[in-house]
């Protein structure tokens, strides 16, 4: 089973983490509730680095990414995401094999 996924660096501002890491759980709740085709969405801080988040995501495959950034709750997510980072860099991977 072939997927799309995705590592995604955010660098926060500084002051910023609590807000950003409130909004990644709202966004993160709503994708558990209306997106079949995201089989994961991870959130991870990094020790030792307090202003950066490590978001994994694995898609079903490329059709369910595209209607992942249509879906209300994450354009909101990338709209408002924007006053709390100072950068964001993303890798898009193709899962070749994975569980589930």
Do not use: W
């Amino acid at each position: 089973m072939a997927g799309l996924a995705l590592v995604v660096n955010h660098i926060l501002r500084p002051g910023h983490a609590e807000a950003f890491d409130e909004l990644a759980l709202r966004t993160l709740e709503a994708i558990k509730v209306a997106e079949p085709g995201t089989l994961v969405y991870a959130v991870h801080t990094v020790p030792g680095e307090p202003l950066r988040r490590v978001f994994y995501e694995l898609y079903r495959d490329r059709a369910a990414f595209e209607a992942h950034e249509r879906y209300p709750h994450m354009t909101t997510f990338l709209a408002d995401r924007r006053q709390h980072i100072e950068s964001v860099e993303v890798e898009f991977l193709d899962a070749q094999a994975f569980t589930g």
